[in-house]
Structure formats: C-alpha cells, structure tokens
C-alpha cells in the first residue's frame, strides 16, 4: 500500500461526509486506503463512516473504538493501523480542495528521501460561514522547515500533512498519550529525524467551530498545552533541543503574564512572571536587552492595573 488517509473522528455529524467525499476524490497512479479512527462518537458520526465503509469495501477502514479513547489514543491507534508507506492526516471536521494534493506530495517525498513530510497552506473557514482574510500559513512561510521552526513558531495544517511512515520510529512513545494536543508533537518527531517542505498551495480547508478540538480552548489552556508539549519532549530529547524548548517555554511564560495582566488576573500573571525571570537560556547580549525590556513593559502594565483595582 502506498498511502493511507488517516481520518479522526468524533462527535463531528456535521462535517464527516465531507472529510470522507474529499479524500475520495483524489486523482493518483498510486493505490491508497482511507482509515477512520471512529472514538464512540455520541451522534450519527460513526453511521455516516461506516455507511462509508458499506459502500467502499476494501478502500475505507472505520476503526469503532469500543470505548472513547481520547484524542491522543485515538491518534495513535488510528495511525499505528494504517498500512501505507506515507500517511496523510485529516481532521475529521476539515477537507481537502485540490484532487491532486495527494499526488503532488507523495510525488515530492518519493524524489526527496532526505525530507520527512511535505504540508501545504489552507484556508480558513470560519465559526459562522464565510472565509478568513488569512490563511493557515501565508505566502511568506519557509519552503524548509526543522525542528527548531516548528518546535516554537512555524505553524502546520494538520489536515495538510503527508509524511514517511518509516520516519515515525518507535510511535507512540510512553509519554505521547500523556500529553494534551497531538498534532505538534507528531511534527517534531517526525522532524527530529529530516526536514519538511512546504507547498504554497490552498489545497485544504481548517474548519474553526465551537466543538473544534482547538478553537474551544481559551488561551490560557492553549498555552498550558504547549508548556506541557515543551516539558515533556524536552525530557525526552535530553540535551538535543534543550535550548530551543527553554526558549519556546520563557517565551510562553512571559505572553501568558503579559495576557493575564491585560486581564487583571494579577496573582496568575505573577506567577507566569516569576517563571519567565528563573529562565536559564538567555545567553546572547540582544537576549539580555529584551529581558530588561520585557519586564519594564510588565512593570508599567501591572502598576497600571493595580491603580485600576484600586480605584474600583
């Protein structure tokens, strides 16, 4: 089998179909599978995929969990089920809008063994119809990415992302399940052992919706995911990425004191403060400079925000 479309699903009635309808319609010279790791799904989402599955025998898999596994489980027993030499993910609220996306990129891995994955832009569907000016990515975005782009800033569509199977060694590791948000760390290990290239193609579309895994997170637990990401991935990869995992987390901590003040949650800001000022990772003169920076302009906010409690 040369590829597998690994679709995750849960709760997601609305928009299952069209996940499915769109890997469906790829053109490729190569054969492909469409695995569905269905998690015990509360709605009609596991009826539509099996449906599917009915009316695609030998081309679509649904997986029917026989409890709710959880998203990071369910990640990992979806993919460790697919039998391809490359996988492609999808979300199972996203979809994909190019019939080729599929072919472009296995045709890239194939002529490029160096390179681990390939991912491309997407659109943005936003919560109440209606497209957002920006994309995932952006036209600006890096061709080849590493490990230390992506560990902190550059930014993949997971619905985007096709990658050597063969590059995901020893998958899941113990500490995998343990985590909160599988997406990124599946980059980075897939990343420790090559490069990735992006394609500046629209070829897909992130669904932003109430019940999306991400987008029903408010920030603070979004950064709290990332800190977890960074905490245990740093211990995993000992001192290979120390530096770039200090950074990325003294750079979290500092935004999170700064959005907290913002919001007058003055104990919890402190305390993010507290744990951006104990970072050892500071090394460089310019880094120095940004820290005498950094905590004038969190001095200035949370006497401005004292004042303002006071007041009231």
């Known amino acids: 089998m040369k590829l597998s479309v690994c679709i995750f699903a849960y709760n997601l009635e609305e928009f299952i179909a069209n996940a499915i309808e769109s890997a469906l319609l790829q053109e490729t010279d190569f054969e492909y599978e469409i695995v569905i790791g269905e998690d015990c799904s509360k ?165 932003k919706h109430p019940h999306g895994f991400w987008t029903a997170q408010d920030y603070q637990a979004q950064w709290r995911i990332h800190l977890q990401i960074y905490k245990l991935m740093g211990q995993h990869y000992g001192d290979r990425y120390k530096e770039s995992f200090c950074n990325c987390e003294t750079r979290v901590n500092y935004t999170l004191a700064i959005n907290l003040i913002k919001d007058k949650e003055v104990k919890r800001a402190l305390c993010f403060f507290r744990k951006y000022m104990r970072s050892r990772c500071r090394k460089s003169l310019l880094q120095k400079f940004k820290v005498y920076c950094n905590v004038f302009f969190f001095a200035v906010l949370y006497c401005k925000t004292r004042l303002a409690l006071a007041i009231k």
């Open 43 to 207: 709605d009609s989402t596991r009826a539509i995929a099996l449906d599917y599955q009915n009316r695609y025998p030998g081309k679509i898999r649904v997986l029917c969990n026989e409890r709710n596994l959880g998203i990071m489980e369910n990640y990992s027993n979806t993919i460790n089920h697919c039998r391809g030499e490359f996988i492609a993910l999808m979300d199972g609220d996203d979809y994909w809008v190019s019939n080729r996306k599929l072919q472009a990129q296995v045709d890239f891995l194939t002529a490029h063994p160096e390179f681990t994955l390939s991912f491309h832009d997407a659109k943005i569907l936003k919560t109440k119809g209606g497209w957002d000016k920006r994309t995932c990515c952006g036209a600006d975005h890096k061709k080849i990415v590493t490990f230390n782009d992506v560990v902190c800033d550059v930014h993949i569509p997971t619905s985007s992302l096709v990658f050597r199977r063969s590059a995901l060694t020893s998958f899941p590791q113990k500490w995998f399940n343990k985590l909160h948000c599988p997406d990124r760390p599946i980059f980075l290990m897939l990343l420790s052992n090559g490069p990735g290239y992006y394609f500046n193609e629209l070829w897909s579309v992130y669904r």
